[in-house]
């Protein structure tokens, strides 16, 4: 798998959670604030647990940044994997959200991107040889 590719595995995966990141800051935002959307459904009768949506969201936009800047070496690669086998983890298990918020489709395709992009950064990790990886470590320095 050439540089190129990983790159735009990493690239792909940062577009994905940065924009579905935002949109979810301002889902929260409305549902904390107004009891609109999705998120007002689920937070409507506990505004303050929209902190945990704030965050998680918050946090991806961030990382989204951190993994377009990113080398595509083995540990961005491996750092990206974790990001995304986090959420898809925590959609997995928190689904019933999901159900609350009448938002079932929309967990079906973030849960499904999230565990696809575990297994682009897995399969891009495993083709980055060791000789390439201490090169591209050589340049950086």
Known sequence: MSATLRQLILRANALYIGVAGFAGVIFDIRGVLYGTGPQGKALAAAPHAGIG?????????????????????????FTALAVVALLGTAN???WQTFIAMDAVVMGYLTTALHWTFVALNLAAAMHVSPAIEERTLQRAR
């Open 53 to 77: 949506f704030v965050e998680a969201h918050g946090l991806a936009v961030i990382l989204a940044v951190v993994l377009w800047r990113a080398k595509p070496d083995r540990s961005a690669h």
């Open 92 to 94: 997995l298990a928190f």
